[in-house]
């Protein structure tokens, strides 16, 4: 058995988990977020904001608190999308690496979404004729399967980057929303290969899309995995989401992050015109992804 963690350096959120690993057998000891939103103003100004540095710094200052009471074998940290779009990238994976003494690998849109399968496929069990969503603040990862391949697609899409485009106003005007779903509709992939697969959502949008669901009154991972949802269950939400300023989705939706409020909406718009366009009928919801999936591929 080795302990091992993996820590995600995502545009929106900073995660960590410690899990047990046995004969390719993985066991959460204990997994937690933080949203830290690294990309805030990423696409106008090119850089991660000092201020979003402060956050992130300071959620690995905790997070490696309880590493370090953990007796961990190995780490792991990756970057994504912001790490990747973002000039100064270089000075804070360096600052990282100083302050806590471990490198930071920025991985592709491609690479994030192949780690981000071997945690799905290993909490699902064997699984054909898939499509896993990925989510993230700045990109959308589309992983399937084909001609016995597993085969990752990265879209220069999330939340944070739609948020500040079109969600600057919550509720978003009409204008602002037909916006979003046009930049949404033109900038999906064009490919009947998607259609009518199974959807498995990974990550916060669809993680937080399970709870609205569950109505939970707390967030429980727990109860989240697998969940199935129908697309009508998405429309529904969706719709019910849009008429809602910050204030009233924190108050209405108890087991959603409060700070996931400004970005939900675009979010779930974003992954309802995905299951429109593809014509899917339900949704999977799994809570492994490319945490599980470093481990996994390291052991």
Known sequence: MV?????DLGSN???LLIADITNGTITTIYKEH????MADKLSETKIISKEAIKRVLKVLSGYFKTINNNNIENIQIVGTAALRDATNSEEITQLIEKKFG???????????GLLTSVGVLNSLGSLENFLIIDIGGRSTEFIY?????????????GVVSLSELFFNELPPSEKSLLSAREFIKSNLFESNI???RMLVGVAGTFTSLASIF???????????????????????INEELLHLNEPQIITKYRGLDPKRAKTIQAGILL????ISKYNVNSIKVSNSDILEGLILKKY
Do not use: Y
């Open 3 to 7: 302990r091992a963690a993996s820590i």
């Open 13 to 15: 959120s900073t995660r």
């Open 34 to 37: 933080q949203v830290t939103r």
């Open 102 to 112: 471990f490198e930071v690998d920025i991985v592709s849109g491609e690479e994030e």
């Open 145 to 157: 399967d084909h001609d016995k391949k597993i085969i990752s697609k990265s879209l220069n899409i």
């Open 194 to 196: 998607f259609v009518g």
């Open 214 to 236: 569950l109505e939970q009154s707390n967030f429980n991972e727990k109860e989240i995995h697998l969940t199935e949802l129908k697309s009508k269950d998405v429309f529904k």
């Open 271 to 274: 992954a309802k015109e995905i």
